[in-house]
């Protein structure tokens, strides 16, 4: 349908945030978008493919394993500079913060959810990095986008209702995603502020490998005999998160970061919700009630809204923790 395609969002998107800035894009710039896009949407499905096969923490593990050799064959081959200091220091904590544990959430959350659910409860993340960045950047965040968060949170929690009312089971599920998608929030605000300097294709190798060493790790401990059942839509499945929503989703990532606002290429949250859902009813024949719809057009409503505030278009709004406040006038 016309409102599953990302070329539609984009339109939308750049039409009304890009058209001041330039009066069109490259193609080059677009077939990256939509390519990333459709990577991004079809990672949940892939993972829920190959959870059903393989315990999710030892598939999990194989994921980034298999994408940090591709990317640190890349490294020698450019001959990278490794990081020092601080750098190294937030590296190997986001190998837990960022890779391993919520990896390990999100893939044992997909044994009880199904792909459209998990990706649209992803699709809030940029609401909670919103939300966490005055506590944890010490930058505010305009009116608009809070407004617009508080309401998203709303359509959030409609979103969740169907899996809740379901069954525990999955509500279980629904809450370990969300826990997931805090911990991606929390961990990117903090990223963007200690990985610099550090170069990114080396930042995600050594994450990427590190996390693929803790959840091995974890998998020996909590998995120990549970068996694989290796077929041929596991091995794509693993390909396929390995080489493509990995270690190519990162390079297209940031290549495109270099060539557009940092803004619009984070709208591609938006439409990656509704890329999950269209493919998990048309491939995986997954259910799709009418809460689920009603709550993501609630959440990609808000998200547009969050994107489009600009500082100093209205008043913003400041969070602080005032240790002397003023006394109240009598």
Known sequence: MWFCS????????????????????KPRIILALVALSVIWGSTWMAIRVLVIAVPPMHSASLRFLLASVILLTIIQWKRLPWPTGRGLHATLLLSLSMIAVPSALTFWSEQRLSSGLTALIFGAMPLMTACLTPWMAGRSVPRRAWEAMIVGLGGLGLVMSGAISTSRWQAVGAVAVLLAVS????S???AKEALTGVHPFVSTAIQFFLGG????????????????????????????????????SFTLYYWLLQRIEAYQLTSLQLIVPVLAVAE????????????????????????????????????????RLDENPPSAKK
Request: proline share 3%; glycine share 4%.
């Open 188 to 190: 990117s605000v903090y």
């Open 213 to 248: 060493i803790w959840l091995a790790l974890a998998s020996m401990m909590f998995e120990r005999g549970r068996t694989s059942t290796w077929n041929t839509s596991a091995i794509v499945a693993l390909v396929f998160l390995s080489v493509f929503a990995s270690a190519l």
């Open 183 to 186: 911990m991606y929030a929390a």
């Open 6 to 25: 990302p070329l539609f969002y984009f339109c939308v998107l750049f039409r009304e945030q890009h058209a001041l800035r330039s009066s069109c894009m």
């Open 280 to 319: 998990g009813a048309l491939l995986l024949m997954e259910p799709v009630p009418w809460t689920m719809i009603a709550g993501a057009s609630v959440v990609l409503g808000s998200l547009v809204f969050v994107m489009r505030a600009r500082r100093g278009d209205e008043q913003e709004i400041e969070l």
